[in-house]
């Protein structure tokens, strides 16, 4: 069983900067990829960036340059870091942290706001 932990989030003014961490626990060598989706009230989940096998990292168009990803791994966790800077209001929403191993496992969410 893996779980699944994210930290971080609140409420920043546009163009500030926030960060988010996640912690997988578990078999952190079954854990090939993990990653972020965003999800803002009344619209679709979407893909934001992910950490994969051999710290190839992929970005939402809408975030390259303004979000970067990192991996860090110990011995039961692996824990992902979103660092977001350039802030939209846009960028509010939802942000839900996954694990990928037989199949994705996902965190509860956590809530960002930019707003002024």
């Known amino acids: 069983q893996v779980e699944v932990v994210e930290s971080g989030g609140g409420l920043v003014e546009p163009g500030g900067s926030l960060s988010l961490s996640c912690s997988a626990s578990g078999n952190r060598l079954s854990i090939h990829g993990m990653g972020w989706f965003r999800q803002a009230p009344g619209k679709q989940r979407e893909f934001v960036a992910v950490h994969g096998r051999g710290g190839v990292t992929n970005y939402a168009d809408s975030v390259k340059g303004r979000f970067t990803i990192s991996r860090e791994d110990a011995e039961t966790t692996v824990t992902v870091s979103l660092q977001m800077s350039g802030l939209k209001p846009e960028d509010t929403a939802v942000y839900y942290c996954?694990?990928?191993?037989?199949?994705?496992?996902w965190g509860k969410g956590i809530q960002v706001t930019v707003s002024s």
């Open positions: 996954y694990a990928a191993l037989d199949k994705n496992y």
